[in-house]
Nanobody
Framework: VQLQASGGGLVQTGDSLRLSCVAS????????VGWVRQGPGKERELVAN????????YYPDSVKGRFTISRDKGKKSVFLQMDSLKPEDTAVYYC???????????WGQGTQVTVSS
């Protein structure tokens, strides 16, 4: 399976963006798909995860209430709706998939999100 992420861009504080991640093949229902970001000079941070089969979601406190992850099984796609964006959300965002929360073995290329103040 290969992942293709898109949707990044330059926005202002308070704006919204929707990232998309399309898979080249099917995910196992037990798999998890997540979005991981890495800001300048920062460590990688998991910002959202969804269980492909059950649809259970996870968010860290830093984005809870602002970010929403969803999936479209028919389109083999995962989306990250990001609202009320802040400058500290500036990062390269990667979609990734694997057997559990944060346990990712397949990574897509990153998409840059820049939030200006």
């Amino acid at each position: 399976v290969q992942l293709q992420a898109s949707g990044g861009g330059l926005v202002q504080t308070g704006d919204s963006l929707r990232l998309s991640c399309v898979a080249s093949g099917p995910f196992l229902s037990s798999w998890s798909v997540g979005w991981v970001r890495q800001g300048p000079g920062k460590e990688r941070e998991l910002v959202a995860n969804i269980r492909w089969g059950a649809g259970n979601t996870y968010y860290p406190d830093s984005v809870k209430g602002r970010f929403t992850i969803s999936r479209d099984k028919g389109k083999k796609s995962v989306f990250l709706q990001m609202d009320s964006l802040k400058p500290e959300d500036t990062a390269v965002y990667y979609c990734a998939a694997g057997t559990g929360l944060g346990d990712y073995i397949v990574w897509g290329q990153g998409t840059q999100v820049t939030v200006s103040s």
